[in-house]
């Protein structure tokens, strides 16, 4: 009878990844790929605000980027593993839609900051909620769809993640053009707001709305193939880690490193093209934003295309191709782009390598949700998040303000920090992304003989 009862259930959980999703699966995942797209978007709105928060608040280049990356990410790491684990056996729903109601009301708060320390605040709530965004919305993605779509939703999903970061540039930007010429408001309390104050107020009220429709349409996925209802004890997850180090710890690292590059690329483009080119952030916001906004799904697509081709061929291991390839068509992008003689032609290679870095998404996030238990997916998604929001959020804009500042001793110079970090940190991470390529397979055939369908 035991042998009988484990069949059937091997069976049902075979039929439960091989069935088509819902329509009520999908629509969850737009949901949670627009909460993603408002995180980025109260996240990145500061970079396109660099201009006016210096001139109000008298900064250089590297304090604005302990604002922008440093004091957002310390909140995040501090407070994302012990609520990834709380997402391994709570409603992740709930979480999800706390997460979402406090970084929106975080962001209406940096627009009445009046001063520095208080803007630190705000954005030190923000990165705290929006800890949660991440392991609850990939734990909940990889529970409502089968394995063999999972890159299609990551890709749906990833498409709020650099939407959010399209709308960032391309709202602020309407937006500050709109407020342009605006005299200071005076409210109650010495309040001064200002062009930038009304931004930031702008942007985080539709998350409010958001709240409201996740928790009344969206519903908590069964988890499924779990072996445990209860929390797993932190030294099995250590011991899933330590057993299949040789495809996290480099996937995580390449992942951090380029976390820092697109980080500090992006937090630095708008600058970039005002000191180079001439072009204020009313006019660049709008082109980089709908140049990411076009970018991103083409790319999403063909990164979905590509692995999905490659997993019918070489299923062992052709995610981690796909975003090897994607990788290699992203660097000479991004490096060349900063050295254009024309803006337009810069905008041009920035939209070829927003392009090919979308490409890796859907493989990457499919990859690692397939090798990783199910009771260990919001702890294991921390990791991953780590690495991009915390490594890469935090250093990435310092690292470019620090070879400026540091280096060159010129804030014209920026174009040559970037290109130059771009071409010290891409080679490395290629490598990287290389060598977990025989790991990933054998993390893949283990997740098999654990009696999961992969």
């Not at 891409?426 to 003989?449: D, F, H, N």
Request: net charge positive.
């Amino acid at each position: 009878m035991a042998l009988e009862s484990e069949v059937v259930a091997h069976q049902a959980a075979e039929r439960a990844f091989t069935l088509p999703a819902s329509s009520r699966a999908w629509y969850s995942v737009v949901v949670l790929s627009l909460v993603s797209m408002m995180s980025n978007i109260d996240r990145g709105i500061v970079n396109l605000l660099v201009g006016p928060i210096k001139r109000d608040l008298h900064l250089s280049d590297t304090e604005i980027s302990l604002l922008i990356g440093l004091t957002f990410s310390f909140a995040y790491v501090l407070f994302s593993f012990p609520l990834s684990r709380l997402a391994d056996t709570r409603s992740r729903k709930v979480i999800l839609t706390t997460g979402l109601t406090l970084w929106s009301l975080a962001t209406v708060l940096c627009g009445l900051a009046q001063q520095l320390w208080q803007l630190f605040a705000a954005r030190a709530l923000v990165g705290a909620a929006e800890s949660v965004k991440g392991p609850c919305s990939m734990s909940m993605i990889a529970d409502l769809v089968p394995h063999d779509k999972l890159p299609r939703a990551f890709a749906i999903f990833q498409l709020g993640i650099t939407g959010g970061m399209a709308g960032a540039l391309a709202l602020g930007g309407g937006l500050l053009a709109a407020f342009a010429g605006l005299p200071p408001l005076s409210l109650p309390g010495g309040i001064v707001v200002r062009d930038w104050h009304l931004v930031l107020l702008a942007t985080g009220l539709p998350g409010l709305l958001l709240a409201l429709v996740m928790w009344g349409t969206v519903h908590e996925p069964e988890r499924r193939d779990r072996r445990s209802r209860s929390a797993v004890p932190l030294r099995d997850v250590v011991r899933f880690l330590r057993l299949n180090w040789r495809f996290y710890a480099p996937l995580f690292l390449s992942i951090a490193i380029a976390s820092v590059e697109s980080y500090g690329l992006q937090a630095w483009r708008p600058a970039f093209f005002q000191r180079t080119y001439g072009w204020g952030p009313e006019r660049v916001g709008p082109l980089l934003g709908g140049a990411i906004l076009i970018a991103t799904p083409l790319g999403l697509s063909l990164g979905t295309l590509l692995a999905e081709y490659l997993n019918k061929r070489r299923p062992q291991d052709a995610l981690v191709v796909s975003c090897l390839l994607a990788y290699g068509l992203t660097l000479p992008m991004f490096v060349a782009m900063p050295l254009m003689p024309d803006p337009w032609l810069s905008l041009a290679l920035g939209f070829l390598g927003f392009t090919a870095l979308s490409m890796t998404a859907p493989g990457q996030n499919a990859a690692i949700q397939i090798v990783t238990p199910n009771e260990m997916r919001g702890q294991i998604s921390a990791l991953y998040l780590f690495s991009i929001s915390v490594v890469g959020g935090g250093f990435g804009p310092t690292a470019i303000a620090l070879i400026t500042d540091r280096f060159f001793h010129d804030e014209a110079m920026l174009r040559y920090a970037m290109a130059g970090f771009t071409l010290m940190v891409g080679p490395v991470i290629l490598l990287l992304i290389l060598s977990t390529l025989k790991p990933y397979a054998l993390a893949y055939r283990r997740m098999q003989s654990r009696g999961r369908p992969p």
